[in-house]
Structure formats: structure tokens, C-alpha cells
Nanobody, 116 residues
Framework: QVQLVESGGGLVQAGGSLRLSCVAS????????MGWYRQTPGKQREMVAH???????NYADSVKGRFIIFRDNAKNTVYLQMNSLKPEDTAVYYC??????????WGQGTQVTVSS
């Protein structure tokens, strides 16, 4: 069973930056896609950014131009660089990974709070 562990969340002022990390207990090459998702109370979890095994990136419109997702296969880690943060980015951020035939894996989440 592969485990995903997120880190890097915290409290930051609007306009600031944070970098989230997601470390997998096994090789991330096994996953078709890995990504970052976020959720606020009372709302559904939404995709923020994801990256395929071929390093094709996709972003939610709300974060395009501000967030960057990238992976380091040697470190079994996926990152989310978040710049120009806004209060509306406040959420619990989850790392997710999927492999066809095996389903989804999720981390425990890390809180990001952006103050105005």
C-alpha cells in the first residue's frame, strides 16, 4: 500500500508564496497521474493541478499563472509551488495519485491559510 505524505502548508499573507510537497512511500512512476486538490468546509474537493507520468500539466483556471506543479521521480515527490496567494486559496490541500486498475490514493491533507 503506497502512502502519500504532504507537507509545506501554513499561514501566509496575501501575495506570498508556499511550496507544498507530497512524498510517496514508493515509486511515483507507478502512477498515471498525480495532483493537488483542495477542499473547504461545505464544498466538494476540487482539482488544483495535476501532472501525468509524461509530465503533462493541467491547472484549474483559478490558479493558472500562479501555481506550478512539478515532480522529482528520483525523490518520489510531487511539488506545488504556489505564488501570489489569495485569501480564496485558503483550503486543505490534498495530494492524490491514480493508477489505472488500482484506483486513487490520497494523503492526509495540509492546511493552507492565506490572510488578507
Amino acid at each position: 500500500q503506497v502512502q502519500l505524505v504532504e507537507s509545506g502548508g501554513g499561514l501566509v499573507q496575501a501575495g506570498g508564496s508556499l511550496r507544498l510537497s507530497c512524498v510517496a512511500s514508493g515509486s511515483i512512476r507507478m502512477f498515471n497521474t498525480m495532483g493537488w486538490y483542495r477542499q473547504t468546509p461545505g464544498k466538494q474537493r476540487e482539482m488544483v493541478a495535476h501532472i501525468t507520468g509524461a509530465s503533462i500539466e493541467n491547472y484549474a483556471d483559478s490558479v493558472k499563472g500562479r501555481f506550478i506543479i512539478f515532480r522529482d521521480n528520483a525523490k518520489n515527490t510531487v511539488y506545488l509551488q504556489m505564488n501570489s496567494l489569495k485569501p480564496e486559496d485558503t483550503a486543505v490541500y490534498y495530494c492524490g495519485a491514480v493508477r489505472v486498475g488500482l484506483g486513487w490514493y490520497w494523503g492526509q491533507g495540509t492546511q493552507v491559510t492565506v490572510s488578507s
